[in-house]
């Protein structure tokens, strides 16, 4: 069970400061939704331990998450700017999800294949970032997210400025991960990507 406990941040300056408070459990899908500037990124971003806040606790199993880094938070995050290393090419980029150290395993790079067959993107395993449409770097980067197999994926705005058939692709990507028990905390302003993706809805 994923636990955010009366979380409350503002940036410097704010005068009034936001509380959030939900919990959702394994395999479930939680929509954050409000309006532009109503704090959606700014949770995940607390959640993802990228900010820090001024009270309040997250839980993961019951075990407090307040103290623990970035890097060893039982989730990965899927956010609007990509982050896609632009020197490495997409297999590197998926398998650095995989192994920091790319360590890749022949089945590593067996799964990454599949993977990029699901979303349409055989054969574009050499290229750089670069070359790539914006698209298709959503495309990586929510797959590099989901081979990472955390517990938790945070998503903001996994699937804008998609084409319909990529984002049903991927909302069928993302059903497949909650079938599995990824626990989903999705940042949408997409009425269809709510209803079909999300169990309940967190109301900023
Ligand atoms: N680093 C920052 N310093 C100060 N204020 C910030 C900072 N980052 C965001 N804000 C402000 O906090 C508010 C919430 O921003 P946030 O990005 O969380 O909203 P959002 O709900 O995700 O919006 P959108 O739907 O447009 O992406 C906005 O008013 C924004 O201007």
């Not at 990124?41 to 990228?50: E, H, I, M």
């Not at 839980?59 to 899927?78: D, I």
């Not at 298709?136 to 797959?143: G, N």
């Amino acid at each position: 069970m994923l636990e955010v406990k009366n979380l409350v941040f503002a940036y410097s300056g704010q005068t009034d400061p936001w509380s959030f408070q939900f919990a959702a459990a394994p395999g479930q899908c939680i929509a954050i939704h409000g309006a532009s500037g109503s704090g959606k990124s700014t949770l995940l971003n607390l959640l993802a331990g990228f900010l820090e806040p001024r009270s309040g606790d997250i839980l993961w199993q019951q075990e407090s998450l307040r103290n623990c880094p970035p890097w060893h938070r039982p989730m990965t995050s899927v956010f609007q700017e990509h982050n896609l290393f632009e020197h490495l090419n997409v297999e590197t980029n998926i398998g650095l999800g995989i192994h920091p150290g790319l360590k890749l395993t022949p089945q590593d790079r067996q799964a990454i294949r599949e993977a990029l067959q699901s979303v349409g993107l055989e054969g574009f395993s050499k290229r750089l970032p670069g070359d790539l449409s914006g698209g298709q770097r959503q495309r990586v980067a929510l797959l590099r997210a989901i081979l990472r197999r955390q517990p938790i994926l945070l998503l903001d705005e996994p699937l804008t400025g998609l084409d319909r058939e990529a984002r049903d692709t991927l909302r069928q990507l993302l059903l497949e991960q909650k079938a599995k028990g990824v626990l989903m905390v999705l940042a949408s302003h997409d009425e269809d990507d709510r209803r079909i993706l999300a169990d309940s809805t967190y109301n900023l």
